[in-house]
């Protein structure tokens, strides 16, 4: 690792069985895990090359489950980006991303963070709950990215982690542009 490699936190959440491990694991190894065990909390580290920078990611593969949904405060605190993950196939999992995403937009104190809108399980179209346009709408009134991705088929995954890095770049970039400055109200 070089000296100069920037290191972005990444926390994926979404209920549970959406595929948050799935994508997870198959970007960081390339491997498709067809079954596992439901997840509590999983870290993952790994260099990506975005636009030219190389960059370490570390990524918090978070419990979907209710009974953990009392340390999402801390992984949000800790987290940059964030990528809201639904499965396209039940309606649920896209209803409950709102109250997820008013949660980090609390911790974090900000009208707005790196976030991504995540549909997963696009290769399962013919059982699919939620429409394109739906998730398109949602996206635009939260002023994300959306995109629908396939673990098993390997649609949009590394796009995914690569587009929440630059949110994250950008965001730290105008982050410390406005320091040093004094505001009065």
């Known amino acids: 690792m070089t000296m100069n490699m920037k290191e972005y936190k990444v926390v994926v959440l979404g ?6 491990s799935a994508l997870t694991v198959k970007f960081v190894t390339g ?9 509590i909390e ?3 580290r790994k260099e990506i090359d975005v636009d030219h920078n190389p960059s370490i990611l570390e990524i918090l593969d978070t419990a979907g ?3 953990f949904a009392s ?9 940059q980006g964030f990528l809201l993950i639904y499965s396209l196939l039940n309606r649920q999992t896209f209803t409950d991303l709102k109250p997820m995403r008013d949660q980090i937009l609390r911790v974090k104190n ?5 976030l991504i809108l995540v549909g997963n399980k696009s290769d399962m179209f013919d059982e699919r709950e ?3 346009n739906e998730a398109k709408l949602l996206a635009e009134e939260w002023g994300c990215p959306h995109f629908e991705t396939s673990a098993k088929s390997n649609t949009n995954v590394d796009e995914v982690f690569t587009e929440i890095v630059r949110r994250m770049k950008t965001t730290q970039k105008s982050s410390s542009s406005k320091r040093g400055c ?3 109200l």
């Open 15 to 20: 209920s549970g069985g959406v595929g948050k």
């Open 31 to 39: 491997q498709f895990v067809e079954k596992y065990d439901p997840t």
């Open 42 to 44: 999983d870290f993952y």
């Open 65 to 67: 489950t209710e009974q």
């Open 71 to 79: 340390m999402r405060d801390l992984y949000i605190k800790n987290g």
């Open 110 to 114: 900000a009208d707005s963070v790196p």
């Open 130 to 132: 939620v429409s394109a």
């Open 182 to 184: 004094c505001v009065v």
